[in-house]
């Protein structure tokens, strides 16, 4: 069983960053690709970016493209998520998943991930 907890998340100006960070364990994540996904009030879940464990190959959302980058840290089972030049818009509730599958659509899907984080809170204040 894998669980993850993120952290990281606050409050911030626009044109500020943030760093999060997800923490994996009870299970190796060798098969599994990582992603973080984010949801507004009154909105769908929506996917942010992800990286495939095996191929280190990233993947992001039109939205954060040229201003998020997801990294990864092996010897410590953990992800980042770099935020820069952050915008109201980018106001959500971040969730940390493992799960996806091998192709894009399985790595962008919120349905395809089976284990998720509790989220973190971040707010940009414009």
């Known amino acids: 069983q894998v669980q993850l907890v993120e952290s990281g998340g606050g409050l911030v100006q626009a044109g500020g960053s943030l760093r999060l960070s997800c923490a994996a364990s009870g299970g190796t994540l060798s098969s599994y690709s990582m992603g973080w996904f984010r949801q507004a009030p009154g909105k769908e879940r929506e996917f942010v970016a992800a990286?495939?464990?095996?191929?280190?190959?990233?993947y992001y959302g039109d939205s954060v493209k040229g201003r998020f980058t997801m990294s990864r840290d092996n010897a410590k089972n953990m992800v980042f998520l770099q935020m820069n030049s952050l915008k109201p818009e980018d106001t959500a509730v971040y969730y940390c998943?493992?799960?996806?599958?091998?192709?894009?659509?399985?790595?962008?899907?919120?349905?395809?991930?089976?284990?998720w984080g509790q989220g973190t809170q971040v707010t940009v204040s414009s």
């Open positions: 998943a493992a799960g996806g599958g091998p192709t894009y659509y399985y790595v962008v899907s919120a349905a395809a991930y089976g284990y």
């Open positions: 990286i495939k464990w095996s191929s280190s190959s990233t």
